[in-house]
């Protein structure tokens, strides 16, 4: 898997950053194939310069999905398996707990950007669908769909609420504009309307 922006392939810390990943079978949406998507979209997308906190965060920032607080867990995962601290990579995977436009965005950014273009929100919105049916087989289809609209919904509301709070750049205003249309768009879709 060559990314073309991260440098930390082939390293002990990608490689352990992949048994976590693969280690449940049920991942579609977050799977470590996610890791070279998002750091396509840091390369592609967004040209973000590189820089190693934001790759190690885009590498851990769903390495633990389960429990009760995952994003933590994903930082606390990067932490114990780095030889000092990077206050910054932890920062920005914690960014992605609430997903409201603050200070440092680019892992939200990130995150989101699947929703800024119609191809790439319809095809999130399978893998997440697929996820979740992957990983509760005898969850009613009804409930599954319905987890997966609140979420949405409710990161669509924080990014808003962050969009009328200001402090925000020109460029990340102008991309969390176009990912909150993305998401408001989805959540209009006749099989996500359903579950509301």
Same mark, same amino acid.
């Given at each position: ?16 950053a992949r048994r976590a990943y693969e280690r449940e079978a049920w991942r579609v949406h977050h ?16 040209? +973000? #310069?590189?820089?190693?906190?934001? *790759? ?10 389960? =429990? ?29 707990? *609430? +997903?409201?436009?603050?200070? *440092?965005?680019?892992?939200i950014l990130l995150e989101l950007s699947d929703f800024a273009f119609r191809e790439s929100r319809?095809?999130?919105? #399978? ?8 990983? +509760?087989?005898?969850?009613? =289809? ?22 009328? =709070? ?5 460029? #990340?205003?102008?991309?969390f504009d176009l990912i909150l249309g993305g998401l408001l768009a989805e959540l209009l879709r ?7």
């Open positions: 898997m060559n990314t073309g922006w991260s440098r930390l392939e082939k390293t002990a810390i990608w490689n352990m799977s470590f194939e996610r890791v070279a998507h998002l750091h396509s979209a840091a390369a592609n997308i967004f040209r +973000f #310069d590189y820089d190693r906190s934001l *790759d190690r965060a885009i590498l851990a920032r769903s390495a633990i999905v389960v =429990g009760e607080a995952p994003v933590r867990g994903s930082a606390e995962w990067l932490a114990c398996r780095l030889p000092r601290p990077d206050p910054v990579a932890t920062a920005l995977i914690r960014s992605t707990e *609430d +997903f409201v436009p603050t200070g *440092d965005n680019r892992l319809a095809r999130n919105l #399978d893998l997440r669908l697929q996820e979740m049916e992957a990983r +509760f087989p005898d969850a009613d =289809g009804d409930w599954r769909m319905e987890q997966v609209r609140n979420r949405l919904a409710g990161i669509a509301d924080r990014i808003d609420r962050g969009l009328s =709070g200001g402090g925000l750049s020109k460029q #990340d205003r102008d991309a006749p099989r996500l309307r359903m579950a509301g």
